[in-house]
Each structure stands twice: as C-alpha cells, then as structure tokens.
T-cell receptor, first 114, second 115 residues
Framework: AQTVTQSQPEMSVQEAETVTLSCTYD???????LFWYKQPPSRQMILVIR??????QNATENRFSVNFQKAAKSFSLKISDSQLGDAAMYFC???????????FGKGTKLTVNP | GAVVSQHPSWVICKSGTSVKIECRSL??????MFWYRQFPKQSLMLMAT?????????EQGVEKDKFLINHASLTLSTLTVTSAHPEDSSFYIC???????????FGPGTRLTVT
C-alpha cells in the first residue's frame, strides 16, 4: 500500500522568511498525483498546490512552490515570504492515477512568528 | 466554484441516539463523495467512499452498520452515526469529486460530541 511520510510534526518560521516542509512517499506506480493541503484552525481543508507525476516542472502557486524529486519520491513544499495566515496544519497527500482515494501524511504543524 | 457544505457544523447528542450529517456539493455534481474522520491533532482517516445510486464502500475496520452512508443524489450524501457512543465523538469531514475530475473538494467538517 502507498504510504506518505511527513517527518516534521512541527515547524516554525519567522514572518517574511522562507520555510520548507518535507514529504516522502512510497509507490510502485508511475501515474499518480501529489497534493499539499492546508488545514487552518477553522479545520477547512484547502488545496495549496498539486503536482502531476508525469510533469517534470515543479508546480508553483504564488508564494508556494514544490520540489518534486520523482526518483527520490520526495515532494517538499516551500513557502516564501511567510505570512501569519500561513499558520496551519499542512498535509501531504498522494493519489494513484487509477484511484479516487487520497492517502494523507500525518501532517506538519506550521507556526509563523511575528 | 466547487463549494462543498456540511450540516450541521456542530452537533451534541446523547449516547444511544442517532445523528445524521449532510454533505452537499453546491455548484457541481459529485459522482463520488468521501467521508473522513479526524481525531484531535491527527490526520484524516478515510471511512468510506460513496457513489451516487450505489452502496458505499467502507474502509477496513469501519463498521458499516454504525456508520450508514447514503448518496441519494449527485449533490447530496449523508452519514448517519447510529446508536452513538462517546467514542464516536470526533470531527467528520466530507469531500466531493467532480465528474471526471481528480481533485477532491472538502466540506468544512462537522464536530460530533456524544455525551
């Protein structure tokens, strides 16, 4: 079964600085998708960014970017110019191409210090 | 677009009673909906996958008779927790998959407290 590992239970960053959250996954499939979700204190899950495995170019969404290393099965999230509103739980998730299910990591709690 | 609502947002019920949670896709048709459970400070655990007009598929270890799921239409799925007990207290989140899409859209969640 596919697994998603987030090795950092908690991270902190100073406002306006950059932080990188780690995620590794285990799969034997070649067709899959990777996601980063944000869950603020409101508990509403918000999609931050997604990456299709077949795309070599790393996805970017404004201040959020990923470093997708397919051979290493690594999918880290970089948040630039961190803002207080970025404080949340961040979940890495994996979806196999032929499946509808998401497999979530355990999450990383990000604190942004003013 | 792609808004998913849940009702109620918070419910308190007495042990032994049943409670129903609704999940609606407001601006799209959802062929597939998912129900998750999340304990405090933990990740989301998939409970079941529901497809419109067919029986839900439950994950291993999830009691089908306790957690009844009905996907009555392309915009509505319901989760009924039957004979609730304090250990069923948790945060329940639904998500919906747009037809031919691969991205799940999440509802805001329902906090269930069983006293």
């Amino acid at each position: 079964a596919q697994t998603v590992t987030q090795s950092q239970p908690e991270m902190s960053v100073q406002e306006a600085e950059t932080v990188t959250l780690s995620c590794t996954y285990d799969t034997s499939e070649s067709d899959y998708y990777l996601f980063w979700y944000k869950q603020p204190p409101s508990r509403q899950m918000i999609l931050v960014i997604r990456q299709e495995a077949y795309k070599q170019q790393n996805a970017t969404e404004n201040r959020f970017s990923v470093n997708f290393q397919k051979a290493a099965k690594s999918f880290s999230l970089k948040i630039s110019d961190s803002q207080l509103g970025d404080a949340a739980m961040y979940f890495c998730a994996y979806k196999e191409g032929g499946s509808e299910k998401l497999v979530f990591g355990k999450g990383t709690k990000l604190t942004v210090n003013p | 677009g792609a808004v998913v609502s849940q009702h109620p947002s918070w419910v308190i019920c007495k042990s032994g009673t049943s409670v129903k949670i609704e999940c609606r896709s407001l601006d799209f048709q959802a062929t597939t909906m998912f129900w998750y459970r999340q304990f405090p400070k933990q990740s989301l655990m998939l409970m079941a996958t529901s497809n419109e007009g067919s029986k839900a598929t439950y994950e291993q270890g999830v009691e089908k008779d306790k957690f009844l799921i009905n996907h009555a239409s392309l915009t509505l799925s319901t989760l009924t927790v039957t004979s609730a007990h304090p250990e069923d207290s948790s945060f329940y989140i639904c998500s919906a998959l747009r037809d031919r899409g691969f991205e799940q859209y999440f509802g805001p969640g329902t906090r269930l407290t069983v006293t």
